[in-house]
């Protein structure tokens, strides 16, 4: 049974037109990523939420921006995509404590048309 | 900072050979280590884990073992089978409150019947 789910699968959206991608989870864990894989690369970490505490990484763009309502979901919005951002973007959980593995979505693939 | 080095691939074996990817890293304190799996379109696989040093962490007949004087994580299998080709990620977290994962480039394995 999957655990944290992402939806779309696949996402397309034209140059500029913003676009949410979504995450939820069965875990209750309390910390939540964003990653972004582009082809044949490492993820790299966009954002985290500890909680409701929102830890943005040093080099993520400002058009880059996340939500997380409650426990279960997080959202990742694109205010104005560029074909630079076509990528997959995965989404992982946490159990805050140390030691603990990051469960991974089977990740989004956003196309820019 | 930290960083994780991987064997750059792709690592090619017939099936039945014997398979190791190593894995080296660079960390301030006792970090805990991952091996992900990431088949084709998918999200990564929490493969096995080591949180302290001369742990082995074993799964599906995949072992590594978490070598503090070599600072090495290196992955084995006695036997690969063509299911397991895919891409691995060696990662460590440093364990601190939101624990980030560090990953390696990732190396593609890849075994031909």
């Known amino acids: 049974d999957a655990m944290v789910i992402q939806n779309p699968r696949y996402q397309v959206t034209q140059f500029g037109k913003p676009v949410t991608l979504s995450c939820s989870q069965t875990?209750?864990?309390?910390?939540m990523y964003w990653y972004q894989q582009k082809s044949s690369q490492a993820p790299k970490l966009l954002f985290h939420?500890?909680?409701?505490?929102?830890?943005n990484e040093a080099d993520t763009p400002d058009n880059f921006q996340s939500r997380r309502p409650n426990t279960s979901f997080c959202f990742l919005d694109i205010r104005s995509p560029g074909l630079g951002d076509a990528a997959m973007y995965l989404c992982?959980?946490?159990?805050?404590?140390?030691?603990?593995?990051?469960?991974f979505g089977d990740g989004t693939r956003l196309s820019i048309l | 900072g930290n960083s994780v080095t991987q064997m750059e691939g792709p690592v090619t074996l017939s099936e039945e050979a014997f398979l190791t990817i190593n894995c080296t890293y660079t960390?301030?304190?006792?970090?805990?280590l991952f091996w992900y799996v990431q088949y084709p379109g998918e999200g990564l696989q929490l493969l096995l884990k080591?949180?302290?040093?001369?742990d082995k962490g074993s799964n599906k007949g995949f072992e590594a073992t978490y070598r503090k004087e070599t600072t090495s994580f290196h992955l084995e299998k006695g036997s690969v089978q063509v299911s397991d080709s895919a891409v691995y990620f060696c990662?460590?977290?440093?364990?601190?409150?939101?624990?980030?994962?560090?990953f390696g480039k990732g190396t593609m394995l890849l075994v031909s019947p």
């Open positions: 992982a959980t946490m159990r805050g404590a140390s030691n603990q593995p990051q469960h």
């Open positions: 875990l209750n864990h309390n910390v």
């Open positions: 939420y500890y909680d409701k505490d929102f830890n």
């Open positions: 960390a301030t304190g006792y970090p805990s």
């Open positions: 080591a949180t302290k040093a001369d």
């Open positions: 990662a460590l977290s440093d364990n601190s409150g939101y624990s980030t994962l560090t």
